[in-house]
């Protein structure tokens, strides 16, 4: 096995130095966590207003937990520990309740950022003399930017392409002889069905690597992938709050995600009590984000459920290995890589006068993609028996819709009182989709 | 002018049988009826002998229905009269929404049942009166 490193020193670190190092750091990102007028309150009263008041790492858990409505509750500026003139950029996630989101970096943090990602990009056994297609979309959302910078950190050819235009994606495939690929599980499969109406199949192609992720999916996902096009597939796992993506990669062995745990504490709790769990056993995630001075973001909760893997990696890597995503404890969907929360669009149906109360969300799976239909019960009162009504009011969901989670959604009507009702148990999601 | 019950209604097995179930049992008579299908769902419209009635039973058991004008014109069964209708009500640039029409075999008569859009605001009595044409109102539907 070919084992490379972007920077052996750090990601061979012996765990005792690992701990101490993050200890370091951890008082560091206190003193910044002090100046923001969120933590400056939260801190003080469990007991800390100095970073003199960590001693050691169990003294992280004096600190209570971040969840993300502290970050709209915190909009815009409540978490910002730095003068904006430090701030280089900003990526922004859509709110559930109208609220948006706000990650903050100074050109530090993106450095340090960087270099994570540039470790996981040579973990996977790519380099210069690489093309690689990054097909995860740019802008606000932090999966496409963040691999970018990495990528050209390593010096691989970097053709920033972002989602979507199938055709397009294959012809600068078979152009520019793309070997590395960075894509959700589903585009991938998506693209693949749709190969033969472009006469082009994998052979014809140079990929060789892809870096998988913002979907969860499973390990026979990976498996039926790699086999389809020929490639090696490689896990990846990030979240915006955490910088993005890069928090954990995979390595050549492909068994599960080293985290970076210099740039990241990582706790597994229990969902409901909130107690750290010993290792091995599963539970939600929590990061505390060490490399982020410009907002920093202490004991988030992911909501994502996953265990750590105690025994080392073969590699020789120490950066524990965490399991990949098994389920969610909240009612978070992702759909085609996107996540949204019912909620997003329960805020928009219910805003609309001609909607009923009641409505339910169909998620199925159709040539690789995801497809989402809501269905909604009409408003008797503000019926007009007018066909022309009824077609507007589908356009006009679909486009609050769209405009809210970024998605594509086929609206359905139903008469009022036809979908089950909001008490008791109703089931608002109806996910039909096969386990990826 | 004539009274039409419009019903949204899901495309789906029962549908129209919940709405006859309904107007059944307060004992109404429907005299035409007919579905403008739009996938999903589609709306049905009727013609009954008591249109506000059946229109608040309806409401009253949750149905998504409103009352509707529409001109019910009654037409001698006899070839040509259709265009003759509609030539009139295109002189006045009146727009057919909707129709449906159908003969009454004793009386040799046909009735058409037209959703217009009249923005002038002509009088199509008088219009269609013009050209031979008669409208019925409520009352007389009754009596066919």
Known sequence: MDIRFWNQEIETLAQKDLRQLQLTRLRELIGYAMKTPFYHKRLKKAGISSPEDIQDLEDLQKIPFTVKDDLRQAFPKGLLAVDMEQVVRIHSSSGTTGIPTVIYYTAKDLDRWTDLLARGIVATGAGPADVFQNMMSYGLFTGGLGLHYGAERVGLTVIPVGGGNTQRQLQLMRDFKTSVLHITPSYLLHIHQRMPEFRISPADLNLKKAWMGAEPHSENTRLKLQELYGIDIYNSYGLSEMNGPGVAFECAYKKDLHVWEDGYIIEIIDPATGKVLPEGQEGEVVFTNLIRHAMPLLRYRTRDLAFLHPEPCPCGRTGRRMSRITGRTDDMMIINGVNVFPSQIEEILMSIPEVGNNYQIHLTRKEGLDRLAVKVEIYSKLFTGDLSQLDALKAKINDKLRASITINSRIELHEPGALPAFEGKAKRVVDERDKL | ?144
């Open chain 2, 1 to 144: 002018m004539a009274k039409q019950v419009t019903i949204f209604l899901e495309n789906r097995p029962g549908r129209m049988k919940s709405i006859s179930d309904i107007l059944l049992e307060k004992n109404l008579n429907i005299w035409a009826f007919t579905i403008q299908d739009r996938g999903d769902f589609g709306l049905m419209k009727i013609i009954v002998d008591k249109p506000d009635q059946a229109q608040i039973v309806l409401a009253e058991r949750g149905v998504a229905c409103v009352l509707k004008d529409v001109l019910a014109v009654i037409v001698p069964d006899r070839p040509g009269n259709l265009e003759k209708l509609t030539t009139a009500l295109l002189q006045k640039n009146v727009n057919i929404k909707d129709a449906y029409g159908f003969v009454c075999p004793t009386g040799k008569q046909g009735i058409c049942y037209l959703e217009v859009e009249n923005p002038a605001g002509i009088d199509l009595e008088t219009v269609i009166a013009e050209h031979g044409f008669s409208i019925l109102n409520d009352k007389e539907l009754y009596d066919l």
